[in-house]
């Protein structure tokens, strides 16, 4: 819900100054409606239903996955489509995968989020919402900002939803933000109070290559995104995960794993290889060479491990949230 509106409906019905914490309190638990509330006078209730939309989203279409993920294209206000993905392991770890704009101004060859027409910044209310509309389903405990967009553009937004990810359930240390290495939005992480984890998108460990697939690489080379990490570790104690996609012939060579080992600091990085999931313009790394690639940052003491996918049949799978058919 448009938390602004809400407090300014709330203020404007004279309402006391608990009440907008009251029925937060109801909907990040996963109140259905505002009919729920029972400790919210009827009237208001009724009053609220009329004036505050109870999610700034609407559902368009859910996609249900063999493996349990489902995937959920949602709507703005404006008709802004926005994709969201609950992933659901064995261990019985809820996972939500956010999204952060709709759509992604940048342009990373492989992912398909960026061949999508960029539409712009949500708000810390449609970030939100996203995350109550699983939250409606089920109880869920981790969240990864690793949907459509990139997070470090619409940071202050980001930010504060997760203030408010702790009241759904989902801890800061549970929270993970990722990036295709903003700089100045890894400095301003590193000074929040938040534990929230970083993710680097690294995906080459060379300037030419990682230009090639990331052009957001030319802005900030490569030497200079690891020099931000290395501040962020410094400042937060907390390991950097880096991603790194699985290209067939295009950085999954055994020179490129050692040249990765290199670069990366095993106090400060660990590594999380992710099979590609198809997107039309590459193939993906056999699972081979993904674990052979592994095998060689484990021998030079860097931690790897390899992403499980989730979803890849409903093209709910990392790199694969475009909304076809939508705006
Ligand atoms: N813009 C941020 C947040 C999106 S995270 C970032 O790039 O980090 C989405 C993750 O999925 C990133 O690590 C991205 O590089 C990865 N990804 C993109 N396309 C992919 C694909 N086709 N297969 C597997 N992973 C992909």
Not at 187 to 208: G, V, Y
Not at 232 to 248: D, I, Q, S, W
């Amino acid at each position: 819900m448009d938390l602004e509106r809400l407090q300014r409906t709330l203020d404007d019905a004279g309402q006391p100054a608990f009440r907008a914490g009251q029925v937060w309190s109801w909907a990040a638990r996963g109140a259905a409606g505002y009919e729920a509330m029972t400790d919210v006078p009827a009237a208001l209730r009724a009053q609220l239903a009329e004036s505050v939309p109870f999610s700034t989203l609407t559902v368009v279409e859910e996609a249900h996955a063999r493996d349990g993920t489902v995937k959920t294209l949602f709507h703005t206000a404006d008709g802004r489509a926005v994709e969201a993905v609950l992933m659901r392991y064995r261990d019985g770890r809820r996972s939500l995968c956010l999204s952060s704009q709709s759509g992604c101004p940048l342009t990373c060859t492989f992912c398909a989020t960026g061949a999508m027409k960029f539409g712009r910044n949500l708000t810390a209310s449609e970030i939100l919402d996203q995350a109550l509309h699983f939250r409606r389903i089920e109880d869920v405990d981790h969240v990864v900002f690793m949907g459509m967009g990139e997070p470090m553009m619409n940071l202050d937004h980001v930010l504060a939803a997760c203030e408010r990810l702790p009241d759904l359930g989902v801890t800061h240390r549970r929270t993970a933000i990722s990036t295709v290495g903003w700089i100045p939005g890894i400095d301003r992480l590193a000074k929040t109070e938040m534990p929230i984890r970083l993710a680097l998108s690294l995906h080459a460990a060379d300037d030419a290559l990682r230009s090639q697939i990331m052009p957001v690489n030319d802005r900030y080379p490569l030497a200079d995104v690891l020099e931000a990490c290395r501040r962020f570790h410094a400042a937060k104690r907390r390991l950097v995960f880096v991603e790194y996609v699985m290209l067939a012939g295009v950085n999954d060579r055994y020179e490129q794993a050692v040249a990765l080992a290199k670069v990366l600091d095993p106090k400060v990085f660990k590594v999380n290889l992710i099979p590609y999931n198809p997107t039309g313009s590459y193939d993906g790394s056999s699972p081979d060479a993904i674990n052979a690639f592994r095998a060689v940052l484990e021998e030079h003491g860097l931690r790897a491990t390899v992403r499980l996918t989730r979803g890849r049949d409903i093209a709910a799978a990392c790199g694969q949230l475009a909304a076809a058919g939508s705006s």
